[in-house]
């Protein structure tokens, strides 16, 4: 891996690959977690916008169609940490990638009328959340789990603060955190000169050397149960925990229970849920380490009569953790790295990744995942086990009025 910082501060990380494609993506180091009250989703907000128009292209067919006409992806995200956009296409067309993205992020136009429309679509999007169970479980749940702590704030905002984003708060926001020091460019792909591509279309963004907002550590975790009735079907919950951040060395330990836990149908809690039991269709665990927490957390759904049964069930499955085999941290580990090697085979999940782990830590953690993977031990299983998945868990329940 090739890394190098601009002459503005704009640190840029090249992994060549052997594909045929090759992805742009830039990531900026804020999200939902930097907003207050006042603007909260200001973060997605802007990251609809710029692709609403710039001055070269005023609008937002002009800009898509110069990806999308190669039979490029063209897409971005928001998260509570960051912000992402990416570009991939086939190795030969990278500097049109590289062109279309300076564009939008150095040279948005935030006009009045498109701030006004783009409100009515993110509405719509927030309201398709709220209508979903199964989107809606998971803001239920962050929530209620970091209750007091940025993390809580959710990534789409509110209605109350969509209604108010105004033209002077987003660019307010945009010039804050939209600068070459609080930037990271990753490319994936089989191609040269990426070190002058990005010195051409990105010199021009300027540093502003601000700090980034620290937060403290989320509140301690203590149990928590929290239903709220819809007029649904099924039952939706989540069982979860609060755990440390990506940089810690026991959150590859927390990978591979997730891995035992929840790999698709041979995990251990769709085989008690669904499998033995037949209570649910849809079983899952999710570990996500982020740059300065992260959580642990299994969910299903049930009928309502059985929410109690499948909770039980899923905290038996959890504290068995405690009991791993060798074999069964084999597996685990075999599991991970097999899925990691087909993600890796796709630019667009490594040039994320890349840049991930740049803003969380360093980008050769990425490159070195695997073997932190296989270095972990039984002990380091038992240990986590112990000190996070415990008796002190955050419950969410979606149920049938």
Known sequence: MQKFTLKNGLKVLYQKTNSNSATVNVLVKTGSNNESNGISGISHFIEHMLFEG???RPNSRLIANEIEKLGGIFNAYTSGEVTCYYAKVMNKDI????????DIILNPLFENKIIGKERKVIMK???MVIDDPRFYQWRLFQKELFK?????NPTLGTSASLKSMSREKILNYYRKYYSADKMVISVAGNIDGVNSMAEKYFLGMKPNNSKLPSHSG???QFLSVKIEKRKILSSYWVIG????????RESYALDTIAAMLGRGQSGKLFDEIRNKNGLAYEVGVNHEPSKEHGYFAVYASTDKANVEKGRNIALNVINEVKKTTERDLEDAKTYIEGRHAIEMDETEKFADKLAYWEFASRAEDALEYIDKIKNVTLADIRNVATKYLNKEYTMVVLEPK
Do not use: Q, V
């Open 54 to 56: 710039t001055k070269k």
């Open 95 to 102: 500097e049109k990638a590289f062109e279309i993205l300076s």
């Open 241 to 248: 925990y609060k755990t440390p951040s990506r940089s810690s």
């Open 148 to 152: 007091g702590h940025p993390a809580a």
């Open 218 to 220: 989320p509140p301690k």
């Open 125 to 127: 999007e927030l309201h």
